[in-house]
């Protein structure tokens, strides 16, 4: 009888969880800040979020209609007229046809409209939280400076948009869930904290991608780097260096700003390469090339590295070699040379620095 019990209030338990865990994931949907309720949940087709036309449409101002014959919506305030055809990826905004990504559905008994359609045709600001699952929705906004959304207290409070910024705000800084697009090849989109990345979140940077955790502005715990070429990175972060990362041939990622630096090990072939690429480059720098003596490219005191970076929207990979040479000086004593050449793996070409 025990046992029958234990096992009754165990499925109890699970029961409970599954019902709270649908509850989270349920979508919500607020105009100026009010909650919506719904009959039917709204939900998510392609990546278009779908609601139940009555309500949406009746928080927005807008009357409700149903041409029978046709199977059309029709909404209707002041002069603006949307009609909805069911099924059809075709919509009319007064005399204009405009298409949608997803038709109007049924779902249990109820129409289902793309809400952000819906919104727009108002000019109604719609922002998506993913972090809350809420699609929030302005009817009543300020517009001034450039900034368009809510205002308390003087401030930027709630959500609102700027020029390269959409999200939330807190006193006039970046704070909740946002997007900022910094430049057209790089944006960072999550959670932030006063002003700064701080939390989940994705940053894009000429085609290459992050995501992972963020603590005032850098990359602080578990991350994946997605290199433009498809390199994986991943581990735990420390101040925008991959201090702990999973994969054995990466030695160390640093990240500074708007520049990407990643370090490989090296085969043997490539490190043959890499020297004799370097070698060639540093005679070009000595007063008596004639007199150059090299080691052997696996002597102790070289170090090779493959270094991948990110500047100025152009990736530039090459090779670090740091090695020493045996050569006569300007006097004409021989002297031991030591020296860090950076061969870029397409020319041959190096950088050559020489101590």
Do not use: C
């Not at 046809?97 to 600001?125: C, N, Q, Y």
């Not at 420390?238 to 990466?250: A, F, G």
């Amino acid at each position: 009888m025990k046992k029958v019990i234990s096992i009754l209030a165990a499925l109890i338990m699970l029961s409970s969880m599954v019902l709270v865990s649908n509850a989270e994931e349920q979508l919500r949907v607020t105009v100026d800040g009010n909650l919506l309720e719904f009959d039917v949940p709204p939900t998510i087709v392609k990546g278009r979020t779908l609601v139940p036309v009555r309500v949406i449409f009746e928080n927005l101002g807008l009357t409700v209609e149903w041409d029978k014959e046709t199977k059309t919506l029709i909404g209707e305030k002041n002069a603006l007229k949307i009609q909805l055809p069911v099924g059809a990826k075709i919509a009319k905004r007064n005399d204009e046809e405009v298409k949608l990504d997803v038709a109007s559905v049924i779902i249990k008994g109820r129409t289902m409209v793309p809400v952000r359609f819906i919104a727009e045709s108002l000019d109604a600001l719609v922002f998506w939280n993913p972090v809350d699952r809420e699609i929030a929705i302005l009817k009543n906004y300020e517009y001034t400076d450039g900034y368009k959304g809510q205002i308390r207290d003087g401030k930027k409070n709630g959500y609102g948009m700027t020029n390269n910024y959409t999200g939330q705000w807190k006193d006039g800084k970046y704070e909740g869930y946002g997007t900022m697009k910094y430049v057209d090849d790089i944006t960072y989109s999550g959670q932030w904290k006063n002003h700064s990345h701080h939390g989940q979140g994705t940053y894009i940077s000429y085609g290459e991608k992050y995501k992972g955790e963020w603590k005032g502005g850098r990359r602080n715990g578990y991350g994946v780097l997605i290199d433009k070429e498809g390199n994986k990175f991943s581990g735990q972060w420390s101040d925008d260096k991959l201090s702990k990362p999973e994969q054995d041939n990466v030695t160390s990622v640093v990240i500074e700003s708007f520049e990407t630096f990643i370090t490989y090990s090296m085969n043997e072939d490539q490190k043959k390469v890499a020297w004799e690429n370097a070698k060639k480059n540093v005679l070009e720098k000595l007063e008596s090339p004639s007199t150059a003596k090299f080691p052997d490219a696996t002597n102790e005191y070289l170090a090779f590295e493959r270094h991948r970076i990110f500047e100025k929207g152009k990736l530039r990979d090459y090779y670090a070699v740091k090695g020493y040479v045996d050569a006569q000086n300007y006097f004409g004593a021989i002297v031991r040379f030591t020296f860090t050449a950076h061969v870029d793996t397409i020319t041959s070409n190096a950088t050559v620095t020489i101590d």
